[in-house]
């Protein structure tokens, strides 16, 4: 079975520090790994994803993640935060690449000015 | 491409009441998820179509909770006699079964029971 584990449900930097999002993952079988993002009232948005190619993953809006087997963790992060940056982070993780995802709890980004 | 869509985006009904949710997908994508996303918690799996064929159904699917996809184009997602518990946002994606592995999401219905 596989599960999604995000350390901390709420974080909080100021405007222009580094963002860092813990995520862990458990998964029987070589998973493939993503990182959502979710404003008020809306779908999920894709970040980056993990699909056995390059471990450091770079996304969109300067977010980038590293894979790393040996943890178990696919940690997001960002040189310096901004304010639009606010919002839920889900890390999720999936056995195909097309296939169902099992979601993290999320972690509510606040960024300070 | 005017991505993923839900209909409608918020639902209020009351308990014992059964309520329909639709979603319709990006054009041409084969697959469709069903998620459901309580507060504070992060997207649960339902159940998924490839094509109008339902593939899989998660456990949390209840008797109460039916899919379809008749056509393999749109999706609908029923909840009969609605209980408090299910007050939730229900998310549809969608995705090809090509070599990409990105599941689109719409904005989601969320359903209140009172």
């Known amino acids: 079975a596989q599960s999604v584990t995000q350390l901390g449900s709420h974080v909080s930097v100021s405007e222009g520090a580094l963002v860092l999002l813990r995520c862990n993952y458990s998964?029987?079988?070589?998973?493939?790994l993503f990182w959502y993002v979710q404003y008020p009232n809306q779908g999920l948005q894709l970040l980056l994803k993990?699909?056995?190619?390059?471990?450091l993953v770079k996304g969109i809006n300067g977010f980038e993640a590293e894979f790393k087997k040996s943890e178990t963790s696919f940690h997001l992060t960002k040189p310096s935060a901004h304010m639009s940056d606010a919002a839920e982070y889900f890390c999720?993780?999936?056995?195909?690449?097309?296939?169902?995802?099992?979601f993290g709890d999320g972690t509510t980004l606040t960024v300070k000015p | 491409d005017t991505g993923v869509s839900q209909d409608p985006r918020h639902k209020i009904t009351k308990r014992g009441q059964n309520v329909t949710f639709r979603c319709d997908p990006i054009?041409?994508?084969?697959?469709l998820y069903w998620y459901r996303q309580t507060l504070g918690q992060g997207p649960e799996f339902l159940t998924y179509?490839?094509?109008?064929?339902?593939?899989?159904k998660s456990r949390l699917l209840s008797d109460r909770f039916s899919a379809e996809r008749p056509k393999g184009s749109f999706s609908t997602l029923e909840i009969q006699r609605t209980e408090q518990g299910d007050s939730a946002m229900y998310l549809c994606?969608?995705?090809?079964?090509?070599?990409?592995?990105?599941?689109?999401f719409g904005p989601g219905t969320r359903l209140t029971v009172l």
């Open positions: 994606a969608s995705t090809p079964t090509s070599s990409t592995d990105t599941q689109y």
């Open positions: 998964s029987s079988v070589p998973p493939y």
């Open positions: 993990y699909t056995s190619a390059a471990t």
């Open positions: 999720a993780v999936s056995y195909t690449n097309a296939g169902k995802s099992t």
């Open positions: 054009s041409e994508h084969n697959r």
């Open positions: 179509f490839q094509n109008e064929a339902q593939l899989e």
